[in-house]
């Protein structure tokens, strides 16, 4: 499973950052190949600096070699190349870091597709704990895993590339130092596997990790009041020791790879001083060129080493997410979504359900309803907590598919959830409207309205009581509402709320415990304003609040099925 997570990681990585990773491949390949052409260069400038002419012939260079200049253009060729070499590895280091910083957004962008394509109740179902997860700490290690493949390839380029240059200057002493380097390898190896296993246990340490944290913050309120709040703090303190201690044993494994690797490199070097100068047959300046390969060489092959242990222990972070997007590539591309703001909305007269079973299989679902909804008119949904009075409107939105019966509309069966121009008809509040923006105004989307639609955006702030966020926020309501939009009260947000949805000027208005932070003067007022100002826009409400459903025209009741 491990070995399957990896290849998916980089081949997601190699499909979102194709062009990079191509001129970053060309780059290190020509930076390790000027690096060697450098290093190459050595061998003639020390056989020269040593023994002039005598050295030369001593050197001991093969017979490929081309014929060389004098040692003071030698000199400036290896000044050259050395810039040349620097050049090419800024122009490495800033395409890695264009590539670090544009995959993790990337992936962020991904989740965000994926979540529209797989639809409401499957993205509802990841739960807030994991979504974070996903969000924060499965990107950042897949950013990680992604990041430690680009630098095990191009390390894989230095060793391959240098590589073969000391093999062409000396073969048997290359080979002689590839066989005690993969003796190196070879032995801190279990290590390194052991370091893995572990770290594909880590996902499980952050979901519990997670979820604590949410259980914290849930309870804060009442623990504090209760003076319960140690046991919360007990229980997080306990969830963070287990998930330090397996990252400790993480790097404990690749602490001690190293440690031994050093030790037998230690060992590989004395042993290749000691076969180039007492058993194989090469020049002085050959085997300093060698040891030098050799000592440069070990650098990239433990970087190679570190870079696929660092990779096994992050591509697990990239497991949800792979599930993620292969469930969003099996089904259609969320082209509803992508086009519910253009054209025209659907023009109905009567939307009808009947026999709807609405619900998610397994989990809940509610007896078969028969309602019949006309433009202008204010239904009320019914039902005691539990019931699936959201499900029927989520149903009703094309959120989710009817688990039985059908829906309607001017007498004709109709998939809501196919037809985008239902979506352009339709606006949604629920009781916990997040809206995004760090401004009244962006919350609003008042910069996305065409010209002619500011007028009914300040007569709906209007009828909405929001007049007085003007004074707080500007005219425009276009300062900042402060960390987490904290400076508004409950009944602003749920204000602003409706106020988003009535400027989309939707035939039907779905309302999901929408005023439930009103208080039943206040909402009496708001139904009123929008009845007046929108009566041929039907308006279907779930609320427990007999006040509130008073104000409505009929009610539907929804019940669970036995």
Avoid: C
Avoid at 120 to 134: H, Y
Avoid at 299 to 316: F, K, S
Avoid at 349 to 357: A, C, M, P, S
Avoid at 521 to 532: D, L, P, T, V
């Amino acid at each position: 499973m491990s070995m399957a997570v990896r290849r998916a990681l980089v081949a997601d990585l190699a499909r979102r950052e194709g062009p990079g990773l191509r001129r970053l491949f060309l780059v290190a390949f020509l930076a390790a190949l000027v690096e060697g052409v450098g290093i190459t260069l050595l061998v003639p400038i020390i056989a020269l600096a040593t023994g002039g002419a005598e050295g030369m012939t001593a050197a001991g260079l093969p017979d490929w070699f081309p014929p060389l200049p004098p040692i003071e253009l030698l000199l400036a060729l290896f000044l050259g190349v050395m810039i040349l070499r620097a050049m090419l590895i800024a122009a490495r280091a800033r395409q890695r870091a264009r590539i670090g910083q544009s995959y993790p957004a990337r992936l962020r962008e991904a989740v965000a597709v994926s979540l529209l394509a797989i639809g409401w109740r499957e993205a509802e179902a990841l739960g807030p704990p994991r979504l974070q997860r996903m969000l924060q700490v499965d990107i950042m290690r897949a950013g990680a895993a992604a990041s430690y493949v680009e630098i095990g390839l191009v390390a894989l380029f230095i060793v391959a590339v240098q590589g073969l240059i000391a093999l062409a200057l000396a073969p048997a002493l290359t080979l002689l130092a590839m066989a005690l380097a993969a003796i190196s390898i070879a032995i801190g190896w279990p290590f390194l596997r052991a370091s893995q296993r572990r770290a594909g246990k880590l996902a499980d340490h952050y979901d519990k990790s997670i979820g604590e944290a949410y259980r914290l913050r849930a309870g804060l309120k009442a623990a504090l009041a209760e003076g319960r709040a140690p046991r919360f703090l007990d229980r997080y303190r306990a969830r963070l020791a287990e998930e330090r201690d397996a990252f400790i044993a993480i790097d404990e494994g690749q602490v001690l790879a190293g440690f031994v690797g050093q030790l037998v490199a230690a060992v590989a070097l004395v042993g290749l001083v000691a076969a180039g100068l007492f058993w194989i047959d090469v020049a002085p300046a050959i085997l300093i060129l060698t040891l030098l390969l050799f000592g440069r060489l070990y650098g990239p092959l433990r970087t190679l080493v570190d870079a696929w242990q660092a990779v096994a222990v992050n591509a697990p972070g990239f497991t949800d997410l792979a599930e993620l997007f292969a469930a969003a590539d099996a089904r259609a591309t969320p082209q509803a979504e992508v086009a519910a703001d253009m054209g025209e909305a659907l023009d109905w007269r009567e939307l009808k359900v009947e026999g709807l079973v609405a619900g998610v299989a397994s989990k809940i679902a509610t007896a078969p309803l028969d309602l019949a909804i006309a433009p202008g008119e204010a239904i009320a949904l019914t039902g005691p907590s539990g019931s699936g009075k959201t499900l029927v409107l989520d149903t009703i939105a094309g959120l989710i598919a009817p688990l039985g019966g059908r829906l309607l509309v001017d007498g004709a069966p109709i998939d809501l959830a196919a037809r985008p121009d239902w979506a352009r008809g339709l606006a949604y509040v629920g009781q916990h409207d997040p809206l995004l923006g760090t401004t009244p105004r962006a919350m609003l989307e008042l910069d996305d309205l065409p010209e002619a639609a500011a007028a009914d955006a300040n007569r709906w702030i209007s009828a909405l009581g929001l007049d007085p966020l003007r004074e707080r926020f500007g005219p425009d309501l276009d300062r900042p509402l402060g960390e987490h939009g904290a400076t508004l009260s409950g009944g602003e947000r749920q204000r602003l709320a409706l106020v988003r949805a009535l400027l989309r000027q939707p035939r039907l208005l779905l309302l999901d415990e929408a005023t439930a932070a009103l208080d039943l003067e206040a909402e009496a007022a708001i139904f009123a304003q929008i009845r007046a100002a929108a009566p041929d826009m039907a308006i279907l409400m779930v609320s427990h609040r007999p006040q509130s459903l008073a104000q409505l025209d009929r009610h539907a009741r929804v019940a669970r099925a036995l």
